[in-house]
């Protein structure tokens, strides 16, 4: 394995050193990660198969057949409806790397469970968990990028109509919710049906600038990626520290692996905006953060932490997988090629 001194003369030498260092967490016999916990395993699938659609290395291919069949027998409908969605979108990459209906079929279940936990307290919206305690922003973001996704790959006319209807109704709700705060970033959620004032997590963020860019996709009305950039710039402008190095909030005191995870979800989906709108600022910042968590945050294994402007402080699947995302979206700038085809 690469060394720490050595410095890698692209950004895919840093992917490839990076994905490795990643498949060092994989177990085979549970098709999970070791050392995070249920919906982390679905970001890890998608960081590796961004790479793969990135490279067209086919190295690790199988992991996506054992995950899947180790793991479908409960159609992934598990703990809440947010880890839920976060399998169903890595089930639609699945799909689109590897053109496996089972793929795509898994997240249209996922969907359709995920319908059972809309109601009309607070005018609509998806609970975060089955006991219905919470109505928060990461839970109805994802279920709206997934009804997103899911039109865009229907063939059938009333499927895509059912979408739709579903994509209009879930950004209206969260449109009026209030989690949109005067900064224009994205408070955590609802607490007596208004903004709780709770943090402003980079993946909500992310989530949210990649959805309002694809209904922007599918709609051509400017309103929508007017939106997406203004959260976007808001991140870059409140978010990240004078350096432009992302600073997830909870850095302060020590990220747990939840916290971990959410910068490299941000730039994931900042890269689907500039996918969608080529604005130099994005790209900037995309690499500028890239060069910072290669040189400033990664150990003699190549293995990342939570302060990508250093230093190291610890190593898990969660904060690994976070850094790919993050240099897989380097690698596809610095390539001129891409991934993530919405």
């Not at 079929?105 to 109601?119: L, N, P, R």
């Not at 040189?295 to 190593?315: I, K, L, P, T, V």
Request: with cysteine.
């Amino acid at each position: 394995m690469m060394s720490h001194s050595a410095r890698p003369s692209s950004y895919r030498a840093y992917a490839d050193a990076a994905i490795a260092a990643l498949q060092g967490w994989y177990d085979s016999t549970t098709g999970l990660y070791a050392s995070v916990t249920w919906w982390h395993t679905a970001i890890c699938l998608d960081a590796v198969i961004d790479y793969m659609a990135c490279t067209g290395n086919r190295d690790v291919l199988g992991i996506l057949a054992t995950t899947f069949e180790k793991n479908a027998s409960g159609n992934f409908l598990e703990n809440s409806y947010d880890d839920m969605a976060w399998w169903a979108l890595a089930w639609i990459n699945a799909f689109d790397l590897t053109a496996e209906a089972r793929y795509l079929e898994m997240a249209q279940t996922i969907f359709v469970a995920m319908q059972q936990g809309w109601d009309d307290v607070c005018g609509g919206g998806v609970w975060w968990d089955f006991a219905r305690s919470y109505k928060n922003a990461i839970t109805n973001e994802l279920f709206l990028l997934l009804a997103l996704r899911l039109h865009r790959r229907s063939t059938v006319d009333t499927e895509r109509e059912s979408y739709r209807a579903w994509i209009d109704r879930e950004w209206n709700w969260f449109k009026a919710s209030g989690m949109i705060n005067e900064d224009h970033l994205i408070n955590d959620g609802l607490r007596n049906c208004q903004n709780n004032g709770g943090t402003t997590w980079t993946y909500n963020q992310g989530i949210i600038v990649a959805a309002l860019a694809e209904m922007y996709q599918i709609t051509g009305e400017s309103a929508y990626l007017t939106e997406a950039e203004m959260i976007a710039d808001a991140v870059m402008r409140i978010l990240a520290a004078p350096d432009g190095i992302l600073r997830e909030p909870c850095e302060v005191k020590g990220c747990d692996s939840n916290g971990a995870q959410f910068k490299g979800i941000f730039v994931r989906n900042l890269y689907t905006l500039y996918q969608i709108h080529e604005q130099p600022r994005y790209r900037a910042f995309i690499l500028q953060n890239v060069t910072s968590l290669w040189e400033n945050n990664r150990n003699e294994f190549n293995q990342f932490g939570s302060h990508w402007a250093g230093q190291h402080d610890s190593a898990d699947a969660s904060r690994q997988s976070s850094a790919v995302h993050a240099i897989n979206a380097a690698m596809a700038l610095a390539d001129a090629s891409g991934f993530l085809v919405p």
